[in-house]
Nanobody
């Protein structure tokens, strides 16, 4: 069973930065696309960013482009989300997700239904 654990959330002022990390607590997912999603109070969970297994392909929600950067270190089985220029509307619980990819190391997914494994989430609060 794959279990993902997020860390790095917290309280930050608007304009500040945070870096989220996600790593498996047990068995690491093999050849996995990794993604970050978030859910704000009263809203549905939404896509934030994704990275392919190779790390060569990334995609971002329009709302975070130019401010957030997703990256991964396969040697450490860890994916990161660097969040800069944070805004109050970035306040949410951030979830890490992973799913195995079988045929291409460049593929990534933005639809949460494509992801098989999820973390418990980490709270990010941006004060204005």
């Amino acid at each position: 069973q794959v279990e993902l654990v997020e860390s790095g959330g917290g309280l930050v002022q608007a304009g500040g930065s945070l870096r989220l990390s996600c790593a498996p607590s047990g068995r690491a997912p093999s050849r996995s696309c990794m993604g970050w999603f978030r859910q704000a109070p009263g809203k549905e969970r939404e896509f934030v960013a994704a990275v392919s297994w190779s790390g060569g392909n990334t995609d971002y929600a329009d709302s975070v482009k130019g401010r957030f950067t997703i990256s991964r270190d396969n040697a450490k089985n860890t994916v990161y989300l660097q969040m800069n220029s944070l805004k109050a509307e970035d306040t949410a619980v951030y979830y890490c997700a992973a799913t195995t990819v079988r045929f291409s190391t460049s593929i990534l997914y933005v639809n949460e239904r494509a992801y098989a494994y999820w973390g418990q989430g980490t709270q990010v609060t941006v004060s204005s």
